[in-house]
């Protein structure tokens, strides 16, 4: 049924109307609740990387049955085999539970941008919520057979589908503030292979720019709030969910981890193999950064080494790998994490994603800022953390050195460098922090300093107090401009509004955790 015959069924003179990408979603005009229109980029981002998913979900289903179709001998097998394939191919069949949905913007749009989605289950656990959802999905001319409505507890509905075979393929996990209390259900209730979308708002405490001990006790881990703060929240929550999924022999693999905005949202899939939980020790890791000149390291909580019959031997990670004080300005460090130590992206992944966007740009309000982002996190080296250029310089107190030349002087010195999608000016860089400050020495050297207007035993006067050990080298190199930059991609947000960070919870009556719609 279209949206025109649907909405003469409904009062629209009582509504606000708002159309995001296929959906139109009706909101009370005596309601307080309101549309974010900021968090449309959170929506294209999780249906194009659903999309992404999906397409390699069922490639890998169809090959596998394709591999039993090679094996098979007998005619009845084969063809059991090739119908499976054929379902695979042409039939809707991957399911979604949306666990906070409030108005049901999200599922709606899932539903109708999502090629061979079977099902999405739209739940929460407030009644007026449920209400807005099916007015909305009739609104919008769609069936309850395809966004199910669903009046629950999110917790209750996921530990429902243990022990059973109906997971779901896709848990997207939305909250207002942490999705912690409902990760232990999402890791169990998703099915093999299948999807986690991960929001969570409150990076005030995964930065470390207030309470660490709450996120202690949310998170599991440390954060530090002075260099790199916005990765250390991602590699926190990462942390916390293959701690949650290890208890289940269970593991994930992140895809996508993106800092946005006032959130971060991580998309992982989740595999059951006991062997893969065995590795999650060697994939974490306690990170130190100096109080004074915020040079950082990390430190792996276990490592893996091969036997002599081929077989893996886990062991306890050595170190620690800093000093008490530290080398370059004899200052104390600080001690972050645990956190996930490996990979926080999968570049195949991100590299289909971002095909992906530059084919469907119409399909996307906010494709412009997609593609922006997706191709600088294309291009993020895989090491953990970053510097800041505001931070090397004013640790030293001299000019801000230009973004091209210390990406060459990096280059030029044989390490890799890039930018973080995380934090605007920043550098990725294998290269060690020795090798860091000898080049901001070369620069110093170049653009001398005041030394008057800089304390004693400040860091400063310790690191430009050592000659360099390394021939610094400012040539530009060819490859320090970035791809990204180079094509003017938007490659970071500016504020689209005044006031456009998270809103307020979307009613007092709400008792527990929910999305701001």
């Known amino acids: ?104 913007l999200r599922s709606i749009r899932y539903a109708k941008e999502i090629p061979k989605l079977k099902q999405v289950v739209c739940n929460d656990i407030e009644e007026d919520a449920i209400q807005a959802i099916k007015r909305n999905v009739k609104y919008n001319g769609l069936t309850e057979d395809l966004v199910k409505p669903n009046h629950g507890d999110a917790m209750r509905v996921m530990y429902d589908t243990v022990g059973t075979n109906e997971k779901y393929d896709v848990i997207d996990l939305d909250p207002y503030g942490s999705a912690a209390p409902f990760v232990d259900g999402a890791v169990q209730a998703v099915s093999e292979g299948g999807l986690l979308c991960v929001t969570c708002t409150d990076l005030a405490i995964l930065t470390g720019a207030m309470h660490p001990e709450t996120c202690f006790g949310k998170y599991g881990g440390m954060p530090l709030k002075n260099m790199f703060p916005h990765e250390i929240a991602l590699r926190l929550v990462l942390q916390m969910l293959q701690t949650s999924a290890g208890r289940y022999k269970r593991h994930i693999v992140p895809l996508l ?51 002599e019959n081929g077989a893996e031997r886990h062991t306890p990670g050595s170190g620690p790998t800093v000093n008490t004080f530290c080398e370059h300005c004899s200052s104390t460090h600080h001690i972050g994490g645990p956190v996930w130590g490996d990979k926080i992206h999968d570049d195949e992944f991100v590299a289909r994603m971002l095909q992906h966007v530059k084919e469907n740009e119409t399909n996307y309000g906010t494709s412009a800022r997609m593609k922006g ?50 934090a605007k000016q920043s550098i990725k860089t294998n290269a060690p922090p020795s090798v860091m400050w000898d080049i901001m020495r070369a620069w110093v050297k170049k653009h001398p300093v005041v030394m008057n207007n800089i304390a004693e035993n400040s860091p400063a006067r310790r690191i430009l107090a050592k000659e ?37 919870r979307a009613g007092q009556k709400r008792k527990t955790d929910e999305q701001v719609f």
């Open 468 to 504: 360099p050990t390394i021939e610094v080298d400012f040539t530009r190199h060819p490859k320090a401009m970035p791809e990204s930059k180079h094509e003017h991609l938007v490659r970071y947000q500016v504020n689209p509004t005044p006031n456009w960070g998270p809103k307020a």
């Open 1 to 104: 049924m279209s949206t025109t015959s649907q909405s003469s069924e409904i009062d629209i003179t009582q509504f606000h109307t708002v159309t995001e990408g296929k959906a139109t979603i009706l909101f009370p005009k005596k309601n307080e609740v309101f549309y974010n229109p900021v968090q449309q980029f959170n929506r294209d981002m999780s249906i194009a990387a659903i999309r992404t998913w999906s397409e390699i979900f069922n490639q890998e289903k169809a090959e596998r049955l394709e591999k039993k179709l090679a094996r098979a001998k007998d005619e009845k097998s084969k063809n059991i085999l090739q119908e499976k394939i054929d379902a695979v191919k042409n039939s809707n069949n991957f399911t979604i539970l949306e666990a906070l949905a409030a108005s049901g």
């Open 373 to 422: 982002m997706l191709s600088v996190i294309k291009e993020e080296i895989h090491v953990p953390f970053y510097w800041t250029l505001a931070r090397l310089c004013s640790t030293v107190h001299c000019n801000t050195i230009p973004m091209m030349d210390l990406y060459s002087a990096i280059l030029n010195a044989g390490y890799q460098v890039s930018a973080s999608h995380a």
């Open 257 to 307: 981890s993106c800092s946005i905005d006032f959130y971060l949202r991580v998309f992982v899939r989740v595999y059951t193999s006991p062997q893969g939980v065995k590795k999650s020790a060697s994939r974490m890791a306690i990170a130190y950064e100096c109080s004074g000149c915020h040079a950082y390291s990390t430190q792996s909580l276990g490592k893996v080494s091969l036997k």
